[in-house]
């Protein structure tokens, strides 16, 4: 905690400032929830049974798939982000001779960016409920976070793994945008795994967000 409080206020601080894109960010996820209400009602018009074994609906399946993959670029892109910004700033090295073991300070690096991603994600459902009628069947709701904290700590391991690029090569890390489509593409975000051909659902098992999002659903 004497450090992961430190790094909340900081990056909350940052953000604050920043009160025109906070705002916009809202619009964003109103924008989206209400895209995705819209192509719920074009897929379930031309469905005669839930997606896959899944109760609740395509707007329900849609919103747990968009919710875990928010969380994986999360765990992408944060720990990364910072690394290149404390490269920028001149800081790097200071931060990296704090007291604290490397691995809680890259834990730490994605405290806030985790915390405004579960924020963004209440929001979604939270619309999705109060605005489109959205309808969850009663859910395992321990099991779904234990299955989210688990999946968080593999997200954030491939952060460091993209981290270690910004570290090596001075720049941006090309491995966020690669992961996070073929993820979007492979792990069942829109569309049930059952639905692409057999060597693609083989490839999807390597990705740890299919496996987050079904065990999610279930």
Known sequence: MKLLVPFLLR???????????????????????AGYYFLSQFVDGRLDEPVGPYAGGYFAFVLVGLTLHAFLA??????????REAQLAGNLEALLTTPFPAGEVALCTMAYPLLATAATSTAWFALGAGLFGLSLPPANWAGAAAVLALSTFAFAGLGIFSASFVLVFQRGSPVPPVVEALSFLLAGVLYPVDVLPGWLRVASTLFPLTHSIRGTRD
């Open 11 to 33: 990056d909350w601080r940052i953000e604050r400032t920043y009160r025109f894109a906070m705002a916009l960010q809202l619009g964003e996820v109103v924008a989206a929830v």
């Open 74 to 83: 999360t765990g992408l892109e944060s720990i990364s982000r910072r690394v």
